[in-house]
């Protein structure tokens, strides 16, 4: 098993429509008809964006934190410690994924911002 950045991106490049690129603040960032998804920072964080109600449930379930930076918008943070939360971090980038390949989903994206 590779580093859990690389576990990752070898399953979100898995899906189709997935693109990858260079993030603007450092790490890698994966996009579904031009929006984004959310990106890594490196093996330790991963930031998604959902709309703000699907946000509260995420926080409230434990699944996700507030945003590390910007905790009033609809963004989640995602630690990564380690190889356990791995599958935690593909299947918040998977609700997101579905979110926005189903109909719809292009308005849900705007709405987290």
């Not at 603007?24 to 964080?45: K, P, Q, S």
């Not at 934190?65 to 971090?89: C, K």
């Amino acid at each position: 098993m590779g580093s859990a950045s690389e576990t990752i991106k070898s399953e979100l490049m898995g899906w189709p429509g997935v693109e990858a690129r260079p993030h603007r603040f450092d790490g890698v960032e994966f996009r579904v008809r031009g929006h984004e998804i959310g990106h890594l920072h490196g093996d330790r964080l991963a930031d998604l964006p959902f709309p703000r109600k699907v946000r509260e449930r995420l926080v409230a379930e434990g699944k996700a934190q507030l945003h590390h930076v910007m905790p009033e918008t609809g963004w989640t943070s995602y630690r990564i410690r380690g190889p356990e939360d791995v599958e935690g971090a593909i299947a918040l980038f998977r609700l997101n994924y579905e979110r926005l390949v189903s109909r719809g989903g292009e308005r849900e994206v705007s709405e987290a911002r």
